[in-house]
């Protein structure tokens, strides 16, 4: 038995998704003309309000998409330290849009509308323009951390009065909207873009959305061409994001459930210094300093069980749908067998 919780993208389709993907009525995209597609895009935007969705075969593709449809070279993106953009998309931002980033130092991924205005750079010529506040919810980094609603209201409010763009990385957003009982269309609400994630948590072999307002999304069918990010046939895939929206979502829950008994465990191990609070499927912790990192990984890897280091001290567990009861108990006596 291999216990891999390296991510939550390391799941394969069920058999049932499977049947759904097979049965699948498609076209070619390029021409608009899959149906499966053209419902998925239909669906997701309902979802959440608004009138636009386009599906992307990755999560950073989305991303990226976003950050060149609300940007000009030359300007600037206001994220965390944290941020998926900046820390694990290759440096897509400087060099698909020409942007840079200015990097918050907040807590666990997240910051406050203070540290925005604080962010925005001034109005002079030698400095570059400030024009859009992007924000990870859940954040990765953070341990899985879930945004608190009434802040991301405040960005908003502050965007608003700069006339900033405001972008949501919601590669995990299903998590946090289980964990935080909210709604997706709480977030249409505040966000100009959002982007999901189908293969994270729900299951899907590939796949994410990026959703937004009409006029912002105008552009996005082309860039995506830009990217190299067009289909043909890709209703096969679509099809499982159907099916994952409408079976998998409230399972989340039992995720979360394994993962805070994965940081409760980790808590009590001598050689572990600290566990970030576990809000939903991702225990983020660091060992003591005279623990060496790749020896311990190396250990569970004896155990049959694989995890991830994310740098700076940072290990990461990752619950997910085919990471079984029985594996979590096997798990949870491994650890403590640790010395």
């Known amino acids: 038995m291999i216990i891999d919780l390296r991510s939550d993208t390391v799941t394969k389709p069920s058999k049932e998704m499977l049947e759904a993907m097979m049965q699948a009525e498609v ?4 021409f608009r003309e899959d149906p499966t597609v053209n419902r998925l895009e239909s669906h997701i935007a309902e979802l959440f309000g608004k009138p636009k969705a386009l599906f992307f075969p990755s999560g950073t593709m989305a991303n990226q998409t976003a950050l060149k449809l609300h940007t000009q070279p030359g300007e600037q993106v206001i994220c965390d330290k944290y941020a998926h953009i900046y820390n694990y998309e290759s440096g897509g931002a400087s060099f698909n849009s020409g942007i840079s980033c200015k990097l918050i130092d907040g807590d666990k991924g997240m910051f406050t509308a203070k540290q925005v205005i604080d962010a925005i ?42 006339n900033f763009g405001y972008h949501l990385d919601g590669a995990r957003l299903w998590n946090a909207l289980v964990a935080k009982n909210e709604t997706p269309k709480q977030y249409g609400e505040i966000f100009d873009t959002i982007s999901v ?25 082309r860039i995506r061409k830009v990217f190299g990010g067009n289909m043909r046939q890709a209703g096969y895939l679509a099809a499982a994001g159907l099916f994952a929206l409408e079976n998998n979502i409230d399972r989340l829950k039992e995720d979360h459930d394994k993962a805070k008994d994965i940081g409760k465990v980790l808590a009590t191990l001598p050689m572990v210094n600290k566990v970030e609070p576990v809000e939903t499927n991702i225990v983020i912790f660091e060992l003591e300093s005279q623990v060496n990192e790749t020896e311990f990984i190396d250990q569970l890897v004896e155990k049959n069980i694989k995890i991830i280091s994310m740098g700076g001290g940072k290990l990461r567990m990752t619950t997910h749908m085919d990471y079984t009861n029985d ?9 403590k067998s640790l010395t």
């Open 27 to 30: 076209g070619d995209d390029v």
């Open 121 to 162: 750079n001034p109005d002079a010529y030698y400095y570059s323009k400030t024009t859009l506040v992007e924000v990870e919810n859940t954040t990765n980094k953070g341990g899985g951390a879930c945004w608190d609603y009434e802040e991301l209201k405040k960005i908003r409010t502050i965007c608003d009065s700069n």
């Open 197 to 221: 994630c189908l293969s994270k948590g729900l299951g899907c072999p590939v796949g994410s959305v990026l959703i937004g307002d009409e006029a912002i999304m105008e552009n996005a069918l």
């Open 327 to 335: 594996m979590h108990e096997v798990l949870l006596k491994a650890l």
